[in-house]
């Protein structure tokens, strides 16, 4: 249990943990690659540590000094082993692509969250590239067993990275070209690190078609996590001003800024810079009335993790808010519509659940009050931003979840001015 005080002011500049997408690609592209490479700034969360193990149980070397890895990869896995993928959806869709075609035998599982979740959206379209893949009911424990795969176009039913990547994973290994087509694109970090590690990939729009390839190792220098950073800059919008540091800002991820804009949300994003083929800026919000919004389509998959907060920011803003063509929120961690609108109505706030998203009455103001977490790391989160901008503050209950993806989150909320 955690007691969250309410502030009058949250002010300061925060640097944010690595890139939960971008570390776990970079751990295990780079454990699948003859040699060795340097991974800074990772993200030492449990979910990338899952895949640290996995790919360890595979063979590769890794390292770890403060958030330095060190990857040695090897290219042949070892076969038989056993992968607990944790809580991680990540892990265990990327991995599941990823050994499909590598000609050994693997079984992956995790907790009871992740057994819950969906695993036929990468069991069904890599057994059509011809993997020998078993479901448990179309959940983890995921069985693989060696199969010859051989590539063929793809179009996948919803847009989701870790759908694309484990496809586009398995395409490494196929005979042929294997070519994704997503409805709408998703994150493409994936895409990015396989061109860079000398992977035959080409993209056009959303679609993108890979060809058997060996990687090359590559050091990654892993930007700030903007689905961290949200919190942060959430808090700067609601309660005074914030400076995140060193944030991504790849396009696939930035829909939180043009949830922004519509919001009327004032913020700049300054010192814009590349690094490893990323984009990253320092974001600066300021404090700022906001107007309810409409938010649906294509900007969804690029602010997926940002929705419940965003749900959270309509409640302090003036009017109804309406968020749809969110269905995929109902298989994260949690089921995020309907865990956010009890996050929201516990703090007292109105959000109705909907099919597909949220509508949210906006009094401007949250009065505060004992909330779950759910077990969820991103609704703990936003859990605690809604108590520091509420009129009381509260508790939350299970909140250590966080260090799912960012395990020193109190210690820098701590850290804002009071
Ligand atoms: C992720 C993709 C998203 C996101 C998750 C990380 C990734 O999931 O919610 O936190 O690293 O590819 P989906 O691809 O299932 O939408």
């Known amino acids: ?76 896995f070892r076969a038989g082993r056993e992968l607990d993928c944790g809580n991680s959806g990540t892990t265990i869709r990327l991995l599941t692509g990823l050994v499909s075609g590598k000609g050994i035998d693997a079984n992956l599982f995790g907790d009871e969250s992740l057994s819950s979740r969906p695993m036929a959206r990468v069991a069904r379209p890599l057994g059509l590239l011809g993997a020998n893949i078993q479901t448990t ?20 039913e919803v847009a989701s990275a870790q759908v694309k990547s484990a496809i586009l994973l398995a395409g490494l290994s196929a005979n042929g070209k294997t070519t994704v087509i997503e409805p709408v694109k998703s994150r493409d970090h994936t895409e990015r690190m396989l061109a860079a590690m000398g992977a035959k990939i080409g993209v056009d729009g959303n679609r993108v078609t890979v060809e058997k390839s060996r990687l090359s190792p590559v050091d990654v220098c892993v930007p700030s996590d903007i ?54 800026a320092d ?8 107007q309810a919004i409409e938010l649906g389509g294509d900007v969804v998959p690029a602010m997926i993790d940002e929705l419940p907060l965003l749900a959270l920011l309509c409640a302090f ?20 519509i309907k865990t956010t609108a009890e996050l929201i ?13 949220f509508i949210v009455r906006g009094k401007k103001k949250l009065s505060g009050g004992k909330v779950n977490s759910y077990l969820d790391h991103r609704i703990a989160m936003t859990a605690a931003v809604g108590l520091i901008a509420s009129e009381k503050g509260g508790e939350i209950a299970d909140e250590q979840c966080c260090a799912i993806s960012f395990p020193d989150f109190f210690d820098k909320i701590e850290a804002g001015t009071r």
């Not at 199969?147 to 176009?153: C, I, N, P, W």
């Not at 001003?241 to 800002?249: A, D, E, P, S």
């Not at 974001?283 to 906001?290: A, G, H």
């Not at 109505?345 to 998203?357: Q, R, V």
């Open 227 to 280: 689905s961290s950073a949200a919190y942060f800059m959430a808090l700067g919008a609601l309660k005074g001003k914030t400076l995140c540091k060193n944030v991504g800002i790849n396009p696939t991820r930035t829909g939180i800024l043009t949830a922004f804009d519509r919001l009327g949300v004032k913020y700049t994003l300054q010192n814009r810079r590349v690094s490893g083929g990323e984009e990253t």
């Open 137 to 156: 009911d179309g959940h983890a424990p995921i069985f693989v067993a060696p199969a010859e795969l051989q590539g063929r176009e793809i179009i996948t």
């Open 345 to 357: 109505n516990a703090l007292g706030g109105e959000c109705i659940p909907t099919e597909d998203g």
């Open 283 to 290: 974001i600066l919000v300021e404090k700022s009335p906001m």
């Open 317 to 336: 803003a003036e009017g109804e808010s309406r968020i749809y063509d969110a269905k995929e929120l109902k298989v994260k961690e949690s089921d995020r």
């Open 1 to 76: 249990m955690k007691f969250i005080s309410a502030r009058e002011r949250f002010e300061g500049e925060f640097t944010l943990p690595g890139d939960k997408s971008v570390t776990h690609r970079a751990v295990m592209l780079n454990s699948a690659a003859e040699g060795e490479a340097t991974v800074t700034n990772a993200l030492i969360g449990e979910d990338c540590l899952s895949t640290c193990a996995c790919m360890r149980a595979l063979g590769a070397k890794i390292d770890l000094d403060g958030t330095t890895m060190r990857v040695r990869g090897v290219e042949r």
